[in-house]
Structure formats: C-alpha cells, structure tokens
C-alpha cells in the first residue's frame, strides 16, 4: 500500500546483510548442493533496538520469514537469528528437523562476535544422504 519511491530497507541494507547474502549464494552455487535441511531455528528472546526503535525477538520481520519454519526458544536473551539469517534459511531449506541419516564429507563453522551462554556459531555439515531401502 505504499509508493514505490517511499519504500526503504533499513537494517537489511545494511553492508554486513548484503555481504550475508552474497556470501550465501556464492557458497550455494559452488558447493552444488541438491538439499538443504536444517534443524529447527533458536531464535532467541527479549528485545532488540534497531531505527524503529525496540521491538520484540523474534522481530517481526523475522516471523514473517520463518512461517512454515521449525523454531524454537532455549531462553537465551538475545537475538540468535536475524531477517537475514532468516530470509536465506527459510529460502533454501526444504526441511527442518534432527540431522538426515548420511555420510558426512565436510564441515565448516561460521563465528559471530556476540558473548553468549552458548557458543555463537553455525555450523554446516556437507554429506550424502542415505537412500532409504524400503
């Protein structure tokens, strides 16, 4: 309902989210990955202050993005997934739940900067899925 020329992203123009996403793609197309499964989103709780000032965790952006998407709270005050984070996994996964029976051929852990009561990282497991016999 808003004119074109009074649309603007604020947070998600933001140089660090455009380096998120790029780096995403850039990672989805050289891995050749045919499936994308992630277990269910902890995304934190509280509130979080951005230019519209405090809102609640998870924002509203990042509900939006995550319908359809298993998530989940283990009551750590702080904002553990970000529109971003949101907009790629619920872009790419077409599961949520437990890690899928396969052979696991690579790693990687992304860090973030943040001090939490867990560790701060995501971490990536590349494999190949079991096929089931029936």
Do not use: W
């Amino acid at each position: 309902g808003v004119g074109v020329d009074d649309v603007h992203f604020h947070e998600v123009g933001a140089v660090d989210s455009i380096i998120d996403m790029v780096g995403a793609s850039i990672c989805v197309d050289m891995l050749h990955i045919d499936k994308f499964v992630s277990s269910s989103v902890n995304t934190g709780m509280g509130f979080v202050r951005c230019q519209h000032g405090i809102i609640p965790v998870p924002a509203p952006a990042t509900v939006e993005l995550l319908k359809g998407v298993s998530v989940h709270s283990s009551n750590i005050d702080s904002e553990l997934v970000t529109p971003t984070g949101a907009a790629i996994v619920s872009t790419l996964c077409s599961e949520f739940g437990p890690i899928p029976e396969m052979t696991i051929e690579e790693t990687g852990y992304g860090c973030g900067k943040r001090d939490l009561e867990i560790p701060n990282l995501l971490r990536v497991l590349v494999g190949d899925e079991k096929k089931k016999i029936s």
